[in-house]
């Protein structure tokens, strides 16, 4: 089992920068992600990274957002550069079940969840 927490949001004004961090307990040697969802709208895929540091992003946070594990100390980071209004959304860390190592950033193929942190930002 897998218990994810959240923290880092808030709110921030266009351009500005959040770090948003996830802490883990359990056996995290699987694909971790983030993925947010706004009001109305499928949750959706922002970042994932492997064991083995590979990463994807989706086009609309490339060259913005970088995700980051600390292995040792069991937590996901995603630092967020040049916000946008439309990067808006409740975000979520998101775990692969044990040994499932691809990279994906379809929420379904995650089987845990934290509970989400929310990011607000203002133009």
């Known amino acids: 089992q897998v218990q994810l927490v ?11 920068s959040l770090r948003l961090s996830c802490a ?13 969802q706004a009001p109305e709208k499928e949750r959706e895929g922002v970042a994932a990274i492997g064991s083995n540091g590979k990463e994807i992003y989706a086009d609309s946070v490339k060259g913005r957002f ?4 600390d292995n040792a100390a069991n937590t996901l980071y995603l630092q ?3 916000l946008k209004p439309e990067d808006t959304a409740m975000y979520y860390c998101g775990a692969r079940g044990r040994a499932l190592w691809r990279l994906t950033l379809r929420p379904s193929e995650y089987t845990y969840w934290g509970q989400g942190t929310q990011v607000t930002v203002s133009s």
Do not use: C, K, L, P
């Open 80 to 82: 967020m550069n040049s």
């Open 66 to 69: 970088t995700i980051s594990r």
């Open 24 to 36: 883990a307990s359990g056996n995290t040697d699987t694909t971790m992600g983030w993925f947010r």
């Open 6 to 16: 959240e923290s880092g949001g808030g709110s921030v004004q266009a351009g500005g």
